[in-house]
């Protein structure tokens, strides 16, 4: 595959993500303000808010009474499952309350905390956040917010990047299927939508995906001292940046043990495998004794599991739910949980994931006849489902804890799972191949339009998010309404340029890659 359709495909991405970054406003990606909200406190206290302790600047604080996203006791605000309620535009590119939010920097109510609404989590994604508040701490409240918004679009960006590498292990002699993973991962419209806002969600993918990497890196060439030490980073910063992420931990150990009984032989072997168990025991009292880990709370639902009760609950809850809720979600729910896409879009949705499934599980079966699990991308594939299956179950396992502990379901989000997005598209992308497997020209084919089927869908999510905040009836009114409440960088021309820039660079980009599927049918007759 030229470098042509590779940069193509990489200003593609950079320009999608460009454009969901300048169609949202403010407070609109998943609990935005409440992640700007430890940003701002951190920027002043270098440190996370603590008990009691009021964590929300007053400026956010009124911001969200002008724009309509203050909560209520129950979390609700005008937004939540009202798709039909917009703000009042002007007819300028300055809305009603904008000049008054942007005038709040020359007062103290950046400085003044009023009320609790801070994410409070581990502090590695909100001091890098913080510095950038820091650096652009004279701009108003819009250009600030877009700033962070920048440093969580390129983890996103840097997470794709590094998926692609993911793609060359797996598929090494196949680089079609290497574009397609990235791509499937990229344009997915909920994993771009929710790791370019104000969010603690775009680094933790990333270090996920760079633990995913490297492990795979080391199935394939083996243990080394260098790759050790990397894969042990990710596992130290994701602690620091989402608490579930301790689920590194045993999946290291797991892939320690994997090596020792692949690689090694006799008292060499039994050294190895004793010496990573003492390595999770250190690592455990480590983080018991930085108070960063989710160690305590893994003691109290072990201490209190139910065997019968989490089977009965996973039966009556857990499974109808994922189908009929977290699986739309993991697809895309916007504007405050009050907007998706048509039902149409989802029963397709659902069956091409369903023929990916079925698919996999032949593609498994067939691997499996024929002996290939030797192969070092296929230990990497089962690696990979393993270690997202645990990830799931733990999931699922403190859903139901919280439900047996308080009666009150947690009420798990789609987004939970993109840490490893790489994994699921993998699935789909090898299903879906499979079931076209008894002809090579129409297999080639089948990821072409299952990318392409990606690309649209990402459009319809964008059109879908803009139609709910601005009117569409004519492009003067449509850049007009998304300019408001916006930094001078994102109105008018600027806008209109990204969008047009994007649908200009993903076409060009399908043609090309268009022309590079046809010639490998035409080698492959």
Known sequence: MNKRIQTLFFLSVFLTVLAWIFITPIWHFPDEQAHFGQVAFMAQKWRRPQGAEKDLTEEIYLSEKYLGTERDNLGNNRFTFHPEYRLEYTDQL????????????????????????????????????ALVYKIYGKADLFTRVFMVRF??????????????????????????SQLTLTLLSAFQPMMVFSNVGVNSDSLGNLLMTLFLYYAALIIKTGWSVSGILKISGCLILGIYT?????VMLPLLVILLVFLAVRDMRGKIRILFILMSFILLYLAVILFISLKLSTLPLVKE?????????????????TLSHTYREVLPW??????????????????????VLALSIAGFVVYVISLCRHKKLAAPPVQMLFFYLMAFFIFAFSVFLYDWYSWQKSSYV??????????????????????????FSFRKKWMIWSRYFLSVAMILLNFIALATVASSYYSLSDVRTFIIQASQYKPFFTKGFLLALVLLTQFIFITGFLLQYFKYTHEQTQKNK
């Open 242 to 246: 989402k608490p579930q992420f301790m």
């Open 301 to 317: 639902v072990a201490a209190n599991f139910n065997w019968p009760s989490f089977l009965k609950f996973t039966k009556e809850y």
């Open 151 to 176: 440093l969580s679009a390129g983890f996103l960006l840097l997470n794709i990047y590094y998926i692609f590498k993911i793609g060359k292990l797996l598929f090494p002699a196949d680089k079609i």
């Open 410 to 435: 947690l009420g798990i989000q789609g987004r939970y799972f993109f840490p490893f997005i790489p994994v699921q598209m993998a699935v789909v992308l090898i299903g879906w191949s499979h079931l």
């Open 330 to 351: 993991y697809w895309g729910i916007f504007n405050w949980l009050g907007v998706t896409y048509p039902r149409i879009v989802h029963r397709i949705i659902n069956r």
């Open 94 to 129: 300055t809305g009603k309350y904008e000049k008054t939010i942007s005038n709040f920097r020359f007062t103290d109510t950046g400085k003044n905390f009023v009320h609790q609404e801070a994410a409070r989590y581990p502090p590695f994604y909100y001091l890098g956040g």
